[in-house]
Each structure stands twice: as structure tokens, then as C-alpha cells.
């Protein structure tokens, strides 16, 4: 094989974002030092370039590259969109709060364009060292934007133990791959897939599965690996709370789908069990757990362990309306993911963070608009009907109940009907309880154009959900 | 050949064990003249330094001085070996060793004429890399283990400029690599057969450089000697040792010296070619035997090795960590790279 | 047994006597110590298995790179174990438990029955002159090229990230411009001046020196 004879093209978005990157880091050391306005513009440019570029390659077909290394479904395709518009829109609203605290450097949208590509890579990669290395990758630039206040002793905490416990994960994700890789004797998925389908099966493929479902569990923040999200979360500049708990997300149910359903999926009745204790873990946690938080933030961290055991649900339906769904609900989850960590966005100014219960009272009080908008992302949370949230609950509730498991579909409605208390009792709070702070809202129209759209589209596609969700089901040839 | 040889001797073990015993044979015959080579390398520095300031240097013991390595050894031996009340024995004995061995062993893979070498394995070049990256922990460990701030501030200068300049002497080996296409000592030197042109130290004139200039400071030698420092810190890392102990650093840094001349001798200087090749005068000396041109070279070497030591004042630590991090690795950088343009366009007969 | 197999059992067994100490050892320099003897008999062992670039390789850069820096950073600390080690009876039952049952669960599955000679035999020894630094390099810029480009970029990743980190400007702190200290020449610092021997003519000479002293306050 020579380069020339290499296929380059399967992979331009990700050699477009590498080049461009390094761009960066070559450029900003040069600009002044006012502020990485020209970086910030790149950055955005790049993510629209990629943005068209895929759009542009999108067919339904699956593509495969670099001898089935990198594969380019539509599944990987929609995610990737998916992905830079949630990171576009993640850099656009922290902007005024990187600014404030004084961490607004190239740095961070470097660091942010990297954890993309990682996560690019993760996404279509159809090889088990592909797919950590694409893990690390998107790691990596995570664990360091999490410590980037490096003066604050939380961020810094954070940092640490996000680190530690994510190369516990990866140590343990690893530990599987190379076990699978012992048994099947290949690092390609679907090559693994064929060879567990042809029969091979023992003790050491069933030890493989387990430690991967415990890896990849563990990098999704599900319970009860669940520890270290809350204060990683809390602890992180919001700004960065943001990119951690949007766009990662859709990359860990790649890192899912392509592990499990690509790789065993012939293993399907060994780790749907497993899947379902989590996931029913995980969404009573994350749902009881959220209703004693007194910081909002926090009780939007338990809120997302209670969303990706839903998400999860979709996956061990094992059919592929539930992965379609589990692709819906994660995009919709990353969307009111953006609306509700944007609100402490929108809620802080210099010198400080808005990160109580206690500061979102009387929220109507001081911005009628940003109030409502808060209304429609709690409600889309907590599933009300005809919000975005209650067709991404539907979907997953209606695969799960496809393949007959009634009683899991039961506990997830119960979990979530005592979800539903703790975002109407925020609600309340903006609408009926007297401001503490009555001063006005400083947050710029960055913030607010991000948070408007984020809530519209919430009504949006509440109300016409079935463009989303037609997108999302040919995504899984349906 | 050899084992045929002791057949008498050795002929009723098995044959791993003959292979075992032969290769004894051989380290030793190797070793043994690294050390007398080195006794006198000392006697050589303190004429030629001596030479240099227009002074004789020593002339006391045997005709002109020869003796004056014995002397200088037998002092050492039978002096005190002190062992400080708080040191970390162990490490304390273990670090002086370390660093002999490391000085030692990777001359198995050094090839002193054609087929001249012990162990003619493929990957020579990243053995010695390895064995040189292993050597930093003598000087390290002995720092720490003297339990003494100036042997720690040796331990740590050294520990921080080691790496820096491996770095820069991996990247030149890359260079090296590059163009004889072959990790074997033997094929490097076989490569640069044809004339003195062909040698490497020409299309590899800044690999070159960097390679001897870090050898230099792998050593420790001056104007690199900052983990010695004696007019800061006493004498660094090895203030603690005295008698025998101290005399195995001394024969470490001297017989790492050697080394590193070999290995420039092999890697840029044709290794047991002769300069004459491709000339008219390549009949004439076609009598002298290839070893000889190697150790001709290394003489040189080692004699560049002490002229520095005679010309240049020590640098400071942070000019060493510049001229290391800033100067040698970007240039063997940009040097691989333009070494990728040369094979790309046949430049001359190297490529 | 042949010395093969002596020479395997003597780095296994030093590999994990010296694995173990890592973890107990009281004095972290000497764990590291131990960590680099793990290192050095795991390498040998790779050397056994015909991986030599990778046992090399392994010495190259944890031996001789990763080990150095830990070392450097560990011998700078003085790291206080009182601390660490509280707790540690009241920890251990749990801990004891929960590494038995991990390893009697390994056991089962990495033993013999799971990957035993019988169910995957072990490959031809090469011949002596293959050399597998040639078959890698030919791989990992052929076939794995992307994966290998990817692991560049976290390297990359990594810097980033520790200089952004790690790197703070002072201010009011002065720094030596080496560049410019050795882009200086004679002419800069030293002038010289003709004197002349006559001493009635003082006063130029006092504006010659004046000048001088300009030259050096400036």
C-alpha cells in the first residue's frame, strides 16, 4: 500500500479539523493579546466547513476506509452533524463567561476541536484501537479543560479526579478490548462480530464483555460508576460543564453501539442484562438523588445520569428502533443539556457563579423571556408531553416495550414521574418565588441567542417531532 | 572459529552452554582492554590538558609518566571506602556499578573490523540507545543515595540534561538510520564503504554535530560536567564516594568516553574503513588491518573529547538546557526532514 | 527444562517480586526503583518472545525517559506516607476481598483452559536473521497509518494541554535573552577610545570617560 493509493477521502472531516487545529495552535500564540477573537472565528468556521463537508459525503451507504478501519454510516454521519453544531453552540455561549473569569484562551477551543476530532474518531471507527485511541483523544482534551481554571482548587479537584477515574476506565475498557482480542484473535469489529457469531464462546469472551460494559458504562457516567460525574461536573467552569455534558455524550453512545451492538452484538443476551441493571441504576439515582440537590447545577448532573440510563434503554432494546430512539433521546438530551447549563450561563456575571437553587427565584421577575424559556427545557426534561423530551421518553419507552420488557418500561415511567418533581419544583421557583437578586440580567446576546434557540427547539420539536425522528431512524435503515 | 578452537576444552557441554562459555571469552577479551585503554586514556588527558597550558603534566612515575595510571589506580584501591551514616547502602554501592555496566555492555554490539563484533544483532543501533537511556540512573541513584545536598543537586542537573540530550542523540540516530537503511553496526559501517566522501559525517553534518556534541554530554564531560560542578557543588553526584567505589565512576565516565568515540567512529567515520579508500593510495595501505583504522579514529575522537575539556569554561545549567531543547533537537528535526528531500531526490551517492 | 524457559521464569518471577514491591515499598524512590526493574524484566521477557523493538523500545522510553522524570519529580518530594497509610488496616479487609475474588476470577479465565498451548499453540520461532523492527515500521505507516497519525495527535494533545496548564507568565520576573546575549558583538560593548598621553588635555579625556560610564549604565 503507497499513499496514493490510500482513500483519503472517508476521512476529510477529520484531516480538514486536525489541519485546522494545528492552524490554531500555530496562529494564536501570534494574535494579540486581547482575546482569541481570531481563534474563536476559526473555530466556528471550522466546525461549519466540517458541518458541509459531511452533509455534502452523506449518503446511505456504508462506507468503509483505510482497509475497514473507519467506517462512515449514516449513523455516523448524523452524529457527527449532531456533534458540531452542539460544540458550535457550546463555544458561542461560553464565550462572555471564558471572558469573565479570565480563561477566555486559544487553548480552549483548541482543546475543544481536539476533544471533536476525538470524538470523530470514535464515532466511525470500526477498530478496537481506533476507537481508544479516539476515546483518549476526546479524554484527554476533556481532562484538561476541566482543570482549565487551573487557580480554583474545584476545577482542580475535578480535573483530578476525572482523570484518575477515567484511566481507571480506560484501564478497564482496555482490558477488555485486549481479551476480546485474545479470544477473536482481530481488532476489527466486524471481524469480531463474525467471529463470536461463528460460535466462538467461553469463560474469557464473557470476562471481556463484562469489563467492557463496565469500561464503557464507567466513561458514560452511568450509575454505579457514576461517582465522579457530579463533582466533575460542579467543579468544572460551567463554560466547560457545557462541552462536557453535551456533545461527550453522543460520542460515549457511539463508543456504545459501535462496541457492543457492532462488535458482540452475536453476544446480545450476555450484556443486555448487565445494561438493564444499570440503566435501571442509573435512572432512579440520577432521579431520586437530583430532588436533595441544592445546587442547580448539580441536580442538572444527577438529572444526566437520569437521562443516559434512559438512553441506554433504547440501546439494550437491541432492535433497531431502539437504537434509533437512544440516538433521538441523546440528541435531545444534549440540546436541553446546552438550555439548562446555559441558564447558569445566563444567570452569572463576573465574579459570580450562579449555581444554587436559590438563584433562579424569581427568574420571571427579571427576564419574562429567559423564564420561559427555563419553563420549556424543565418541562422537556421532565417529559411533558408535546416538549422534545416527551417524544425522546416515547420513543425509548415504545422500543423497550417492543421487545416486551413491560415492567422495565413501568420502572422507567415511575423514575421518571419523580424526575418530573424536582424540574417543576425549579420551575416554580422562577415563576412563583420572590427574587433574592433583583438586579438586572447582564448576559449577552450570545447567551441568549443560544438559550432562545435551544428553548424554541424544544417547541419545535415537540411539536414536529417526525422530521427528527425520521433522520434518526434512517440513520438505522428504517 | 573460536569454538572449534577450544573444541578440546570445552567440546562435551551442549552447545547453548559452549555458546555461553565462548562469549565469556569474548567479553573478556573486549573488556580488558577497554580498561587498560582507559588507565592510559587518563594519563593521555592530563599530558594533553598538561601540553595545552604549556605545562608537562605528570613525569614522575616510569619513563615520562607511564606508570602514573597504576600508581593513580593502586591509591585508589587501597584507600578507605567510606560509606556515610545515612546513605542508602544498598543504592548507595548499587548506583557506581549501574553506571559501569551501562558503560560496558553496549559494546557487545560494536563492530571493530568486519565480523568483528559479538553479537551482530539487527536492532545494534536502538541497543545502544536503550543501553544509554539506562545508563542515566548511576548518576541519579548516586546522587540521591549520598544523602548529601550536593550530591542530590549533581543527581538532579544530570537527570534533567540526560534526557534532554538523548533526545537529541535518538533524533540523530534516526538521521543515521535513515540512510543506511539498517538498524545492524556492521551494515551502518558497510554502507558508507567507497571513500571518505561516502562516511556519513557528510550528508549528516549537523547529525554529526549534535551526536558527538551530546555524547559529550552524556558523559558528563566538560564543558557539559554541571552534575560534577566542582566549583559549585564540591563535586556532585560522587562527592561521597571515595577509594574504589569513586575509582569505578572514574572508569565509567572514562570507558562511556570511548564508547561514544566508537560510535561516532562507526556511525559517521566509516567505522574500519580506511580513509583511503577510492584513492590512489588505497593499494598502499591495503596492509594496514581495519581495526586499526578504528581505533586510529577513535584516538582522534578521544582527543577532540579532551581538547574541549582544555578550551571551553563550563556552561550554565540554562544554557544547557537551551542548547538542547532549542538548538539540537529542532535542527536534527529539520534534518530528518531535509534528509527526506535527499532521498527523495538521490542526492549524491548516500541516498 | 531448557534455558528458555530458566531464563523466562527468572524475569517473570523478578517482574512480579518487583511488581509487588512497587506497592509495598515504604520509600517511593524505591518503588520507582522497583517500577524500573518491573520495566527492565517485562522488556526482557518481550526480548525472549522475539518482540525485541518492542523490549527495547519499552527500555527506551519508560527505562530511559518516563522513569528518569518520575524519579526526578519523586526524589524532589518529600512525600510524607503517614497520611497515605491511614486507614490502611480499617481498608484492608475490603481490599483483601475484593483482590481475591479479582484474582481467583482471572484465574479461571486466563488459565490454561482459556488460553492454553492446546487452544492456541505457540507460533513458529522466526529465523534468526528476522528482524521485526522492519515488519512494524512497514505496518504502522502502511496499514496503520491512521491509528498512528491519531496517537500523534494525542501527544500533541498532551502538550497542549501541560502548557496550558502549567505555563504562567510572571510578570516583573527577568529573564536572560540568550539569543541576544550571543548575538552580541565587540563592537556593542566595547569602545575603544585613543587616549592621548598629554595630560593638559584633561578634558577630553573626562568626556571620553563620561561617555564610557553612559555607555554602561545604558
Redesign the interface.
Known amino acids: 500500500?503507497?499513499l496514493a493509493s490510500?482513500n483519503l477521502q472517508p476521512?476529510l472531516p477529520e484531516i480538514v479539523l486536525?489541519a485546522m487545529a494545528?492552524l490554531i495552535?500555530l496562529v494564536d500564540p501570534f494574535l494579540p493579546k486581547r482575546g482569541p477573537t481570531v481563534s474563536f472565528v476559526l473555530s466556528i468556521l471550522t466546525l461549519i466547513a466540517l458541518f458541509v463537508i459531511t452533509l455534502v459525503q452523506m449518503d446511505d451507504s456504508v462506507r468503509m476506509s483505510?482497509?475497514d478501519?473507519?467506517v462512515n454510516d449514516p449513523m455516523a454521519d448524523l452524529m457527527k452533524l449532531v456533534v458540531y453544531v452542539l460544540v458550535a453552540a457550546v463555544f458561542v455561549i461560553s464565550r462572555t463567561y471564558l471572558r469573565q473569569r479570565g480563561i477566555d484562551?486559544g487553548?480552549y477551543y483548541?482543546?475543544g476541536l481536539?476533544g471533536v476530532?476525538g470524538m470523530m474518531?470514535t464515532i466511525s471507527s470500526n477498530?478496537l484501537?481506533?476507537l481508544y485511541?479516539?476515546l483518549?483523544?476526546m479524554s484527554?482534551?476533556l481532562?484538561?479543560m476541566t482543570?482549565?481554571k487551573?487557580d480554583d482548587g474545584r476545577a482542580s479537584e475535578a480535573a483530578m479526579k476525572y482523570f484518575v477515574l477515567g484511566a481507571l476506565a480506560s484501564g478497564i475498557l482496555l482490558y477488555g478490548m485486549s481479551?476480546l482480542y485474545?479470544?477473536t484473535g482481530n481488532l476489527m469489529l466486524t471481524a469480531i462480530a463474525e467471529t463470536v457469531a461463528a460460535g466462538e464462546d467461553?469463560?474469557?469472551l464473557k470476562?471481556a464483555v463484562v469489563l467492557i460494559v463496565v469500561g464503557a458504562v464507567f466513561k458514560m457516567g452511568i450509575a454505579p460508576f457514576h461517582m465522579w460525574l457530579p463533582d466533575v461536573y460542579e467543579g468544572a467552569p460551567t463554560a466547560v460543564t457545557l462541552y462536557l455534558a453535551a456533545a461527550p455524550k453522543v460520542a460515549a453512545l457511539a463508543l456504545v453501539m459501535r462496541l457492543l451492538v457492532d462488535g458482540m452484538g452475536p453476544l446480545f443476551y450476555d450484556w443486555q442484562p448487565m445494561l438493564i441493571v444499570v440503566a435501571m441504576l442509573s435512572m432512579a439515582i440520577g432521579n431520586v438523588v437530583a430532588i436533595a440537590q441544592t445546587s442547580f447545577k448539580r441536580m442538572l448532573t444527577y438529572s444526566t445520569i437520569g437521562h443516559v440510563g434512559f438512553i441506554l434503554l433504547g440501546v439494550l432494546a437491541g432492535t433497531n428502533e431502539g437504537y434509533a430512539a437512544a440516538l433521538f433521546y441523546t440528541i435531545a438530551y444534549a440540546v436541553m443539556t446546552i438550555g439548562g447549563f446555559g441558564i447558569i450561563l445566563l444567570l452569572a456575571r463576573q465574579g459570580f457563579e450562579a449555581e444554587s437553587m436559590d438563584d433562579l427565584k424569581g427568574l420571571n421577575d427579571r427576564s419574562p423571556v429567559m423564564a420561559f424559556v427555563f419553563l420549556l427545557l424543565m418541562f422537556s426534561m421532565a417529559g411533558i408531553p408535546f416538549t422534545f423530551g416527551f417524544w425522546a421518553k416515547l420513543a425509548v419507552l415504545q422500543s423497550i416495550v417492543g421487545v416486551g420488557l413491560w415492567w422495565l418500561a413501568t420502572f422507567a415511567v415511575v423514575t421518571a414521574v419523580i424526575g418530573a418533581f424536582y424540574y417543576l419544583r425549579a420551575v416554580k421557583m422562577v415563576y412563583f418565588d420572590k427574587p433574592e437578586d433583583t438586579s438586572p440580567i447582564q448576559a449577552d446576546v450570545n447567551v441568549r441567542g443560544v438559550l432562545i434557540l435551544s428553548g424554541a427547539s424544544m417547541l419545535i420539536f415537540g411539536l414536529y417531532p417526525t422530521g427528527l425522528t425520521a433522520l434518526t431512524a434512517g440513520a438505522f435503515g428504517l | 572459529m573460536i569454538t572449534e578452537w577450544l573444541s578440546p576444552v570445552i567440546g562435551w557441554m551442549s552447545p547453548s552452554w559452549q555458546y555461553f562459555v565462548v562469549h565469556l571469552l569474548l567479553t573478556l577479551v573486549i573488556v580488558l582492554p577497554i580498561v587498560v585503554a582507559v588507565a592510559y586514556l587518563t594519563l593521555a588527558e592530563r599530558k594533553v590538558i598538561g601540553y595545552m597550558h604549556v605545562r608537562i603534566g605528570p613525569n614522575r612515575v616510569g619513563p615520562r609518566g607511564m606508570f602514573q595510571p597504576f600508581a593513580d589506580v593502586f591509591k585508589l584501591m587501597f584507600k578507605e571506602v567510606i560509606t556515610p551514616t545515612v546513605a542508602n547502602k544498598f543504592i548507595f554501592y548499587l548506583a557506581p556499578v549501574l553506571i559501569l555496566v551501562a558503560a560496558l555492555v553496549a559494546w557487545a554490539v560494536i563492530p571493530f573490523d568486519d565480523g568483528w563484533v559479538l553479537a551482530d544483532i539487527n536492532a545494534g543501533l536502538l541497543y545502544v540507545l536503550a543501553i544509554g537511556a539506562a545508563g542515566v540512573y548511576g548518576v541519579i541513584l548516586a546522587g540521591w543515595a549520598s544523602n548529601s545536598k550536593y550530591a542530590l543537586l549533581g543527581g538532579m542537573r544530570s537527570a534533567a540534561h540526560k534526557v534532554a540530550y538523548e533526545l537529541a542523540m535518538g533524533f540523530a540516530l534516526v538521521g543515521v538510520l535513515m540512510v543506511a537503511g539498517s538498524l545492524n553496526l556492521s551494515e551502518i559501517v558497510r554502507g558508507q564503504e567507497g571513500s571518505i566522501l561516502h562516511w556519513y559525517w557528510l550528508p549528516l553534518l549537523p547529525m554529526f554535530v549534535v551526536y558527538f556534541v551530546s555524547g559529550v554530554a552524556e558523559t558528563n564531560r566538560a564543558p557539559f560536567d554541571i552534575s560534577e560542578g566542582e566549583s559549585e557543588i564540591v563535586a556532585g553526584f560522587h562527592v561521597e564516594y571515595s577509594g574504589i567505589a569513586f575509582a569505578l565512576f572514574m572508569l565509567a565516565e572514562y570507558a562511556s568516553m570511548i564508547l561514544i568515540s566508537a560510535l561516532t567512529a562507526v556511525m559517521f567515520l566509516g567505522g574500519w574503513l580506511s580513509p583511503f579508500q577510492g584513492t590512489f593510495l588505497e593499494p598502499v595501505f591495503a596492509f594496514v588491518p581495519g581495526i586499526v583504522w578504528f581505533l586510529l579514529k577513535i584516538s582522534f575522537l578521544l582527543f577532540v573529547f579532551i581538547w574541549f575539556r582544555a578550551t571551553f569554561p563550563r556552561f550554565r545549567y540554562d544554557q544547557i538546557m537551551r542548547l538542547g531543547w532549542k538548538v539540537f533537537i529542532p535542527v536534527t528535526i529539520l534534518w530528518i526532514a531535509v534528509e527526506g528531500a535527499f532521498f527523495y531526490f538521490e542526492v549524491g551517492p548516500w541516498f | 527444562m531448557s534455558l528458555y524457559q530458566i531464563l523466562f521464569y527468572v524475569f517473570a518471577s523478578v517482574a512480579v517480586l518487583a511488581a509487588i514491591r512497587v506497592v509495598t515499598v515504604k520509600n517511593p524512590v524505591h518503588a520507582a526503583l522497583y517500577l524500573v526493574l518491573t520495566f527492565f524484566s517485562t522488556a526482557l521477557i518481550w526480548i525472549l518472545m522475539e518482540a525485541e523493538f518492542l523490549g527495547i523500545v519499552l527500555l527506551l522510553v519508560y527505562v530511559g525517559a518516563v522513569m528518569v522524570l518520575f524519579l526526578f519529580v519523586v526524589m524532589m518530594l518529600d512525600v510524607n506516607i503517614a497520611p497515605l497509610r491511614e486507614g490502611f488496616i480499617r481498608n484492608l479487609p475490603v481490599g483483601v476481598f475484593v483482590a481475591l475474588v479479582m484474582i481467583i476470577e482471572l484465574a479461571l479465565i486466563l488459565g490454561p483452559a482459556s488460553f492454553g498451548l492446546d487452544i492456541y499453540p505457540s507460533p513458529e520461532p522466526a529465523p534468526a536473521d528476522a528482524g521485526n523492527t522492519l515488519a512494524i515500521g512497514q505496518v504502522l505507516y502502511t496499514k496503520f497509518v491512521y491509528p498512528f497519525e491519531i496517537a500523534a495527535f494525542i501527544l500533541l494533545v498532551a502538550i497542549v494541554a501541560a502548557i496550558a496548564l502549567a505555563h504562567r507568565r510572571r510578570p516583573g520576573v527577568h529573564y536572560q535573552d540568550i539569543d541576544a546575549q550571543v548575538r552580541v558583538r565587540a563592537e556593542d560593548r566595547v569602545r575603544i577610545a585613543e587616549l592621548d598621553a598629554d595630560k593638559t588635555r584633561r578634558g577630553d579625556v573626562a568626556g571620553d570617560s563620561k561617555a564610557n560610564q553612559d555607555k554602561e549604565t545604558s
Request: hydrophobic fraction near 70%.
Open positions: 500500500m503507497t490510500l476521512v486536525a494545528c495552535l483505510f482497509g478501519m473507519v484562551k487553548e483548541m482543546l481536539f476530532l474518531i477498530h484501537l481506533l485511541l479516539g483518549e483523544l484527554l482534551a481532562y484538561a482543570a482549565f487551573r481479551l485474545g479470544v467461553s469463560m474469557a470476562a
